[in-house]
């Protein structure tokens, strides 16, 4: 639920309302009136937390505070996110030994660092005739870089591509 959503003091327009203490306690249903006066008194917010609830919810807390503590939480939820990032390598289905380890090599760095990789072999002219070769490439890429990777999506084609997407295992 965002700040946007909350109504503070006047903006609640029920008649009867569930307070809640600032410690916590419960006082009850009462009137949104007497709930407002209580923490006019304190020198806090009433603030509705539970808009849903029948009666609905409202707290009775320093709305300042509040919103900072919130703004705070998704700051270290968004800090706590790790963005996947998609890397390609692309190949061709007569491709060199050496380079098929160098980008093998590449494969294994990727996925060591926690991204995903997607295996591209590209096909131009007469190859579109042989793409059991493609396969083969990708299998043999699978070979060399030996339970490193979790198999996303199998080897398919896609139009004059194919490919494979491989994600890291999970460091348990």
Known sequence: ????????????????????????????????????????????????VAPQAVPPVVKILDY????FENEKKVRDSKKKQKLLKLKEIRMQPKIDDHDLDFKS????????????????VRFRGRELAHTELGLD???????????????DKPPAMEGRFMSMVLSPKSKK
């Open 137 to 151: 490439v990708l299998k043999d890429v699978l070979a060399r870089i030996e339970g490193e990777y979790i198999l």
């Open 1 to 48: 639920m965002s700040d946007k959503d909350l109504r503070i003091n006047e903006q609640i327009r029920v008649r009867e309302v569930r307070l809640i203490q600032d410690g916590g306690e419960r006082q009850g249903i009462m009137t949104t009136q007497d709930a407002l006066e209580i923490a006019r008194e304190m020198g806090l917010d009433l603030v509705e």
């Open 105 to 120: 090599k590449h494969i294994k760095e990727f996925l060591a660092e926690g991204n995903k990789v997607k295996v591209t």
């Open 64 to 67: 300042g505070k509040f919103k």
